[in-house]
């Protein structure tokens, strides 16, 4: 069951993202997230993700999950793009390393279509930059 992140799943959290980052955030970092009154964060026991609202366009910050293709990329896509359209944006942008094929093939799921390319973004890696109309 997905639902709204509070201060007291902050462990779990890290938790996933230990298991889904080369470079995990610290509990300051995630708990200074909760903080932004323009965030939007959603847990589930297997994951978690957020976005940021501002002004017509919403941007994915994190989706992970511990235990992948269990479908809670999926749920927690949907809880976020709820909350976009729940908040009055119109568009949600993300950026994903060109080699992370599992996340590429959740957004392209969703019908988020890549609109640039950021050279070298990610230590000479590119980000590919995708974005959904909502
Ligand atoms: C990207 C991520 C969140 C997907 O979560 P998930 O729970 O595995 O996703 P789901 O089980 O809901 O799968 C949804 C779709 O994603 C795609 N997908 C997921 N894993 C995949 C894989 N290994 N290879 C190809 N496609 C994959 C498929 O299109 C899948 O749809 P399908 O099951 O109908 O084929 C997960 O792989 C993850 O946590 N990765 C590490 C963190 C990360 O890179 N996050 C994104 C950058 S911020």
Redesign the pocket.
């Known amino acids: 069951m997905i639902r709204k992140m509070i201060a007291a799943d902050i462990p779990a959290a890290l938790d ?1 993202d230990r ?3 080369e470079r995990p955030w610290d509990e300051a970092e995630l708990a200074a997230e909760l903080q932004k009154d323009y965030a939007r964060y959603f847990i589930c026991d ?2 978690y ?1 957020g976005i940021w609202c501002i002004y017509e366009t919403a941007e ?18 949907d809880a976020l793009l709820g909350a976009a359209r729940d908040a009055g944006c119109e568009r949600m942008l ?1 950026e ?2 060109e080699s ?10 969703f019908g988020f279509k890549e609109i640039s390319v950021r050279r070298g973004y990610y230590e000479g890696e590119d980000a590919v930059i995708m974005e959904k109309i909502l």
């Open positions: 996933t298991a889904a980052f297997n994951g993700g994915l910050i994190r989706i992970a999950a511990r235990e992948p293709r269990r479908g809670t990329g999926t749920a927690l896509m993300l994903v390393r992370n094929a599992p996340a590429r093939a959740l957004y392209k799921k």
